[in-house]
């Protein structure tokens, strides 16, 4: 599966290279008005550059997960973790996090990498190496404090709550993510971002009256200053219940005029009307239950542990190899379903677009994705097989051309 899931990701990758390769000296005739060849151009670079180094990425990352599994290397941290601690509890919690930063460290020099070079490169990168640590630093700080508690009572319900632990494993996982997405606009993107109420009156006062028009209760309107790490503009909705806010990257008010901007929010509120948010959560809980089933049976087999190069203990609990295991190579299993999730965001992203046309001028929002296209250097031309089985957005050419039917 490893190997074919390779296989597909580059033969996907060569398709990408060659097809936005073929076309970059080239704009698409519906962008020629509004796109410059020298933005084109860009754009291709940027993608080109991207499908280089997820390439090494990709290549990289199956190495280590082949290392880890088929030739030991889990095997190699757990009897380490077995030397160092005397307590079964502490050796598990000691196993996944000696997994966590390994990996992590790994991952360190392409996420240097990617932020310092390649983003930078193509002058997206505005972030610091001081600030990068302050990241890292508060990242760590945060996965202690929520990770190791839903760790331990998770490790806890597989020792002690008998057969059906993955049931309740589950909805102690649907509680901790429901805690996150309620803490996540007031105290954890704060931690990181600085967050100011929308000085723009009149602005603020359209977005309002959109709101009101939509039947959308809105908790406030803030501008992150997303400019501190990145030129990449973006805005979008947190937040649950009563307590949903928007907030606009101060890149992107720099660009958008306000008729754009109310376009796109036009666009996430569609998401909303359509449930598109709801549905999701529904959808990704319901998958959830099915893999916390799933690994409660695997964990109980012994050809699981082994046929992946780990030797479950027999003096102990094996809950901690089970986890890390299931983790390290359910994606592997998972991803011929990619295309099917991409097909199920683009549908929304079309319903998302129809509600906003419907709401606001269509031309508006045509305005605003094309300046997002153009300042993200997002590629006009992607290869129509490997946008359908990666894209969650529609290609430029076909979105922008059903906005224009429908403003006709």
């Known amino acids: 599966m490893l190997l074919a899931g390779v296989v597909t990701r580059l033969w996907l990758a060569t398709r990408q290279t060659r097809h936005v390769a073929r076309h970059r000296n080239t704009v698409p005739p519906e962008f020629a008005d509004r796109i410059g060849e020298t933005s084109h151009r860009r754009a291709a670079d940027y993608t080109l550059a991207r499908i280089r180094f997820d390439v090494v990425s990709l290549l990289f990352d199956s190495a280590v997960l082949v290392g880890l599994t088929l030739l030991g290397g889990l095997q190699a941290l757990s009897e380490l973790a077995s030397a160092v601690a005397s307590s079964d509890f502490v050796r598990q919690l000691l196993l996944v996090g000696m997994v966590a930063a390994l990996l992590a460290l790994l991952d360190l020099p392409f996420t240097l990498w990617r932020q310092f070079v390649l983003e930078s490169r193509f002058g997206f990168n505005r972030m610091t190496l001081r600030l990068f640590a ?88 803030f501008v992150m200053d997303g400019s501190k790490r990145s030129a990449h503009g973006n805005a979008y909705f947190t937040g649950l219940g009563k307590n949903k806010r928007i907030v606009f990257f101060d890149t992107l008010l720099s660009r958008l005029a306000p008729e754009e901007i ?86 929304h992203e079309f319903e998302a677009d129809r509600y906003a046309s419907e709401q606001t001028d269509p031309a508006n929002l045509i305005s605003a994705l094309v300046k997002l296209y153009d300042d993200n250097a997002a590629t006009l031309t992607p290869d129509p097989v490997h946008s359908a089985f990666y894209d969650s957005h529609p290609p430029a050419t076909l979105r922008i051309g059903r906005l224009r039917a429908a403003a006709s």
């Open 134 to 221: 302050s990241d890292a630093a508060k990242g760590v700080v945060l996965a202690v404090v929520l990770g190791l508690p839903l760790l331990s009572a998770l490790l806890w319900l597989m020792a002690e709550a008998g057969r059906y632990w993955w049931l309740w494993g589950w909805g102690l996982w649907v509680v901790f993510n429901v805690c996150v997405m309620l803490l996540f606009p007031t105290v954890i993107a704060p931690m990181f971002n600085k967050f100011t109420p929308l000085a723009d009156q009149s602005l603020a006062e359209r977005i309002h009256a959109l709101a009101r028009r939509t039947g959308f209760s809105l908790n406030g309107l």
């Open 262 to 347: 109310e376009a796109v929010l036009a666009h996430e509120l569609g998401h909303f009307k359509h449930r598109h948010i709801t549905k999701r959560l529904v959808f990704a809980f319901a998958v959830s239950l099915a893999f916390f089933a799933l690994l409660g049976w695997l964990a109980q087999q012994t050809w699981f542990y082994t046929g992946l190069g780990v030797m479950p203990a027999l003096d102990g609990r094996n809950d901690a190899l089970a986890l890390i295991l299931f983790f390290l190579v359910t994606p592997v299993f998972t991803f011929p379903f990619t295309p099917v999730a991409s097909w199920y965001s683009r549908k």
